[in-house]
């Protein structure tokens, strides 16, 4: 049991001072991924409602790590959105990193005014990156699931349990409903 509780208190230790060194991606900030991250096929559809005309793209999910607050400690972990139209101007942002004695190739980037964000709240929280035409407004929770998301499957699971409409109706309006509202990206600011 003693072995359980020194883990635990070994996990606590470890996510406080992650916590510490928590500071969300900003312009300026350097990230790094592996080559091979570029090359994967994680592509997905991302569709959206834009001045009532229906809009599909598809984007790459590439994972980054970047330094927090102090760049000795833990590194941070995020995610990076690329539209496969801005794939090639993304890649002429990266440069090598060379890693003695090692056969992956890392690709570093700075996070620029070309890149949008969106975040979980104020504090950054959760903050991932998109990478495409800014011309096109797709709401926050077309790639990750937003308050905005969670409190209207909230409403119409409660609804839906109360006996009012049907399971199908209710997921018309759900869809409706996140074609209309929720969080536009933001955009780095100077």
């Known amino acids: 049991m003693q072995r359980n509780d020194d883990l635990a208190l ?3 230790k470890q996510a406080k001072e992650m916590k510490k060194n928590f500071q969300p991606v900003s312009a300026g900030t350097v990230c790094m991924f592996p080559q091979f991250a570029v090359e994967s096929s994680r ?4 569709k959206w409602k834009q001045a ?11 994972l980054f790590e970047y330094a927090g ?13 690329v539209t496969t139209k801005c794939l090639k101007a993304f890649e002429a ?9 090692s056969d992956n190739e890392l690709r570093a ?38 308050r905005w998301v969670k409190a209207g499957n909230l409403s119409l699971g409660l ?3 109360a006996g009012f409409g049907s399971r199908d109706g209710l997921d018309l309006v759900s869809e409706q409903g996140r ?12």
């Open 159 to 161: 609804l839906d349990k």
């Open 69 to 81: 607050k102090d760049p000795l400690k833990v590194s941070r972990s995020g995610r990076l959105f």
């Open 10 to 12: 070994s996990e606590y």
């Open 109 to 146: 980037f700075t996070v620029d005014n070309d890149f949008q964000y969106g975040q979980a709240d104020s504090k950054g929280t959760h903050r991932f990156l998109v990478l495409h035409d800014k011309e096109q407004k797709p709401y926050q929770h077309r790639f990750v699931n937003s």
């Open 43 to 46: 592509q997905r559809p991302v």
């Open 52 to 62: 009532f005309d229906d809009r599909v793209d598809y984007y790459l999910l590439i």
């Open 179 to 190: 074609n209309y509202f929720g969080d536009y990206l933001h955009n780095f600011e100077g």
């Open 93 to 101: 942002k990266t440069s090598k990193i060379q890693i003695p004695n």
